[in-house]
């Protein structure tokens, strides 16, 4: 008779493979004694026009807006389209 029953360790394989960064981060806490946060976000470099950098960060700083989410959420609506 097969076993079809999943034991804590096929779970904890496959909680490594879907989410290496946050066995990463336990591995480095067991290194440093101290715990960083996983981030999803990843860092990206665009060039854009000075005077549109500019208008647009005053725009976010007046509104109260990151630019960093004002940008993702443009990207997020484009891609939607």
């Known amino acids: ?4 029953k999943k ?3 096929d779970y904890g394989k496959e909680g490594i493979k879907e989410h ?3 066995f990463e981060a336990l591995l480095e806490f067991e290194r440093t004694g101290k715990l960083k946060k996983p981030n999803p976000k990843t860092r990206a470099n665009f060039t854009i026009d000075s005077n ?3 208008q647009f960060r005053k ?3 007046d509104k109260g807006f990151k630019m960093s989410a004002l940008i993702e959420k443009f990207i997020k609506r484009t891609l939607e389209n």
């Open 7 to 9: 034991t804590l360790y």
């Open 52 to 54: 549109v950098l500019k």
């Open 59 to 61: 725009y976010c700083q």
């Open 1 to 4: 008779m097969p076993r079809n």
């Open 20 to 22: 290496p960064e946050l």
